[in-house]
């Protein structure tokens, strides 16, 4: 099972409270496949979510749903209220302007009730991408106003989110790991949320250290490569006989260079006969090196 039906069976599971429960079932059939005079229904991969999308509109309106089972190569469920009269009962209790336009909120009692409600939403709508691989929460929509308005609930709760077009419709989109924790959180997917922080704190600790590694290999091969510069030119001044010539600081960078051939510029103070930092000593290996680029080009 992937992440997101391990989410959506977690929170098809919730006891819902009786004052609740009209705004989760909101969600669940405002966000379903269809909600409109001609069909009520929802289709979903995960039966959990299947079954409570019947028992809350069959305990919220004593309404009949059934549930039939897809024929697709991946496995489907969909519910739906056949009965047109059930039909018309259910879409009585919803201002008929609301239904795929803005939100009606009158089933939002308190702060518990819009979390009910995004739950629902997510449950029939929702997709959630593995956090091993990513961070993405996508809610698609059929309006921009019904976009628009989640994304408010969902703002107002802590969770920001973003509005995208898709084909004829509308997503309201999460990318930000910390907002699908709080996500998670709001609508009580408590499991998973501890989940998802574990295996975020896990994925920053690798990234820092494969961060320090890259940092590190970064500064070895530069070390390495200075190194090489540095010996070429001493070798250079060395056999034409001219390290003697070179003002006694210079002459005792390259000695220091040549004894300790693979040290790092801090390395090589540590080793220095005389106390110098390594700003100094930079200074004058590069001092060595513009003498016999100097002289190189004069050839």
Avoid: W
């Avoid at 929170?11 to 001609?38: D, H, N, W």
């Avoid at 920001?160 to 998670?184: C, D, H, P, Q, W």
Wanted: aromatic share 8%.
């Amino acid at each position: 099972m992937s992440f997101c039906s391990d989410v959506k069976t977690e929170l098809s599971e919730i006891r819902v409270s009786r004052c609740c429960m009209q705004a989760l079932t909101y969600g669940l059939l405002l966000f379903g496949r269809a909600f409109k005079p001609q069909k009520i229904s929802m289709q979903s991969e995960n039966f959990a979510v299947t079954k409570l999308y019947a028992t809350m509109i069959q305990r919220s309106y004593d309404a009949s749903v059934s549930i039939t089972k897809g024929e697709s190569k991946n496995t489907t469920y969909r519910a739906e209220v056949a009965d047109e009269i059930d039909k018309l009962k259910i879409l009585a209790s919803v201002d008929f302007g609301m239904i795929e336009g803005k939100i009606s909120h009158e089933f939002f009692n308190r702060a518990c009730c819009e979390a009910a409600f995004v739950r629902g939403a997510f449950l029939s709508c929702g997709q959630m991408s593995d956090p091993e691989k990513g961070y993405r929460v996508d809610f698609p929509v059929k309006s921009q106003a019904l976009a628009e308005e989640l994304r408010d609930i969902l703002e107002k709760h802590e969770v920001k989110a973003n509005i995208s077009t898709r084909g004829n419709g509308f997503v309201v989109y999460i990318k930000r790991s910390e907002m699908i924790i709080n996500l998670l959180a709001l609508m009580g997917a408590s499991m998973r949320s501890l989940e998802l922080i574990e295996t975020t704190i896990i994925k920053e600790a690798n990234n820092k250290t494969n961060r320090m590694f890259n940092c590190d290999g970064a500064n070895i091969k530069k070390t390495i490569e200075a190194s090489l510069k540095q010996r070429q030119a001493i070798e250079y001044l060395e056999k034409r006989n001219m390290l003697s010539s070179l003002p006694e600081e210079l002459a005792a960078a390259a000695r220091l260079r040549m004894k300790y051939p693979e040290s790092s510029l801090k390395e090589l103070c540590k080793n220095a006969s005389e106390s110098i930092t390594v700003s100094g000593l930079n200074h004058r290996l590069k001092r060595i090196i513009e003498i016999y680029e100097d002289l190189i080009s004069k050839h």
